[in-house]
């Protein structure tokens, strides 16, 4: 990565950060009994644990107070990463974005220290989730609509039609 950049409502500059993605994991339901020789854990199709991030600040500043209210923000992460293009052997920057709806749940002040960053770092319960890489979509989650998504294919769209939505 050459460097990014952290945005309420993808246009506002919030600051300085650290990003600690969240850990997308399947909810899931041990399958074990007769007939099956030990216990399995199978995924239950498109949906997930809760999911966590954190960003951490360098020091609190007028943007940094934006998103520290109990309630749904848009967050975007904005970066430019570098790779070689494989047919010409050139270096070339490709957009990587991530984009969150999530309400901060931890607001940590960090630490105080002459000469050091204070660290602030604020911990949101996502509730939406999607990655674009060079325009591709990766993945989206939004869990309050049921839509797991990824590649672009719907993994959720029989779960939705069976129950009516």
Known sequence: MVNYKVYKDGKDFIGITQHDAPAISAVVEEIKGAGIGGSVEIPIKGLVQAMTMTL???????????????????????????????????LVIKQHKIIYRAVPKTNTVGK??????????????????????????????????????????????????????
């Open 112 to 165: 105080f220290v002459p000469g050091e960053t204070q660290d602030r770092s604020i911990e949101f319960s996502v509730t939406y989730y999607r990655e674009i890489y060079d325009g591709q979509e990766i993945i989206e989650i939004d869990t309050y609509n049921s839509i797991y998504r990824v590649g672009g294919k719907d993994v959720n769209s029989d779960v939705r039609k069976a129950i009516g939505l």
């Open 56 to 90: 951490t600040f360098r020091d609190i500043t007028p943007q940094t107070t934006l998103i520290l209210t109990q309630e749904l923000h848009h967050i975007e992460l904005w970066a430019a990463i570098q790779t070689t293009d494989p047919k010409t052997g050139q």
